[in-house]
T-cell receptor, first 112, second 111 residues
Framework: GESVGLHLPTLSVQEGDNSIINCAYS??????FIWYKQESGKGPQFIID?????DKRQGQRVTVLLNKTVKHLSLQIAATQPGDSAVYFC???????????FGPGTRLSVLP | KAGVTQTPRYLIKTRGQQVTLSCSPI?????VSWYQQTPGQGLQFLFE???????NKGNFPGRFSGRQFSNSRSEMNVSTLELGDSALYLC??????????FGPGTRLTVL
């Protein structure tokens, strides 16, 4: 499959543990954020989103936290499974041009 | 619903040639965005089309262009290919301005 990023930060976690992937964003005008998962050879897959008027949102096994004060976004994955191994991207939409800007990505490696 | 489809999945071209990539969005989605993904630069926004009009454009040279048809299908064209254009080109569709759903991408290799 394609190499999404040769020098991405990597997070290694034990199967069954919780994972926390972090993302810093720069635009205080960003009003909408998305986390994507990209597996080798595939396009990014939507995981969860959050609007700037919220600070927490939960999905199935995933939670996104938004701290606007320090412009920080995190994705928490509960009970990490081997199928969670992938590259995770955060994306922010600026409130003006409506473009999405993607972070560099974090490679999650789940150890057996 | 069927997902976003992109054709072709793989393409090999030589410098100076031009290429056209195609994207069929999810049924009912009127917004189509294109991105370039490379190991060095990550995911970079190219442009977005909504109802056949370019709504937003990223910082790419004029060699990169696109269009959208009345059925929301979109094409992007790259003229005078350079080695640095080798990348995974991703198309994403959206019903409005929120969540984008990506296709599998077209892997372009320029020799």
């Amino acid at each position: 499959g394609e190499s999404v990023g040769l020098h991405l930060p990597t997070l290694s976690v034990q199967e069954g543990d919780n994972s926390i992937i972090n993302c810093a964003y720069s635009n205080s005008a960003s009003d909408y954020f998305i986390w994507y998962k990209q597996e080798s050879g595939k396009g990014p897959q939507f995981i969860i989103d959050i609007r700037s008027n919220m600070d927490k949102r939960q999905g199935q096994r995933v939670t996104v936290l938004l701290n606007k004060t320090v412009k920080h976004l995190s994705l928490q994955i509960a009970a990490t499974q081997p199928g969670d191994s992938a590259v995770y991207f955060c994306a922010e939409r600026d409130g003006y041009g409506q473009n999405f800007v993607f972070g560099p990505g974090t490679r999650l490696s789940v150890l057996p | 619903k069927a997902g976003v489809t992109q054709t072709p999945r793989y393409l090999i071209k030589t410098r100076g040639q031009q290429v056209t990539l195609s994207c069929s969005p999810i049924s009912g989605h009127r917004s189509v965005s294109w991105y370039q993904q490379t190991p060095g630069q990550g995911l970079q926004f190219l442009f977005e089309y909504f109802s056949e009009t370019q709504r937003n454009k990223g910082n790419f040279p004029g060699r990169f262009s696109g269009r959208q048809f009345s059925n929301s299908r979109s094409e992007m064209n790259v003229s005078t290919l350079e080695l640095g254009d080798s990348a995974l080109y991703l198309c994403a569709s959206s019903p409005s301005t929120d969540t984008q759903y990506f296709g599998p991408g077209t892997r372009l290799t320029v020799l």
